[in-house]
């Protein structure tokens, strides 16, 4: 089970930290991933981290602003959100993938969760 939190209102060029609590005893086998939704879009990828940390992801529209981070002691995975913009408003979404492979693709994780709302006013 994922649980998201860290979300709400926050005005342009701010921050936030998003974290995604992971229950179970095998968090630190699963790559994870974050994902966003606004309304009438697709889910878009937004970054992914694999087992250990040590391998990122990130898409385009956030390269250099945000920031995936993990705490296997915490089964805890997190996304540091800077320099925030109108276009960040979503739903964000944590997600977990079997294997090491990082993947930028919503069918490849299998597990999710309900997400959290970020919201930049314009």
């Known amino acids: 089970q994922l649980v998201e939190s860290g979300g709400g209102l926050v005005q342009t060029g701010g921050s936030l930290k998003l974290s995604c609590a992971a229950s179970g005893r095998t968090f630190s086998l699963y790559t994870m991933g974050w994902f966003r939704q606004a309304p009438g879009n697709q889910r878009e990828f937004v970054a992914a981290i694999s087992w250990s940390g040590g391998r990122t992801s990130y898409s385009n529209s956030v390269q250099g602003r945000f920031t995936i981070s993990r705490d296997n002691t915490k089964n805890t995975v997190y996304l540091q959100m800077n320099s925030l913009k109108l276009e960040d408003s979503a739903q964000y979404y944590c997600?977990?993938?079997?294997?090491?492979?990082?993947?930028?693709?919503?069918?490849?994780?299998?597990?999710w969760g309900l997400g959290t709302q970020v919201t930049v006013p314009s």
């Open positions: 997600a977990a993938k079997r294997g090491a492979e990082i993947a930028t693709t919503a069918d490849d994780y299998y597990s």
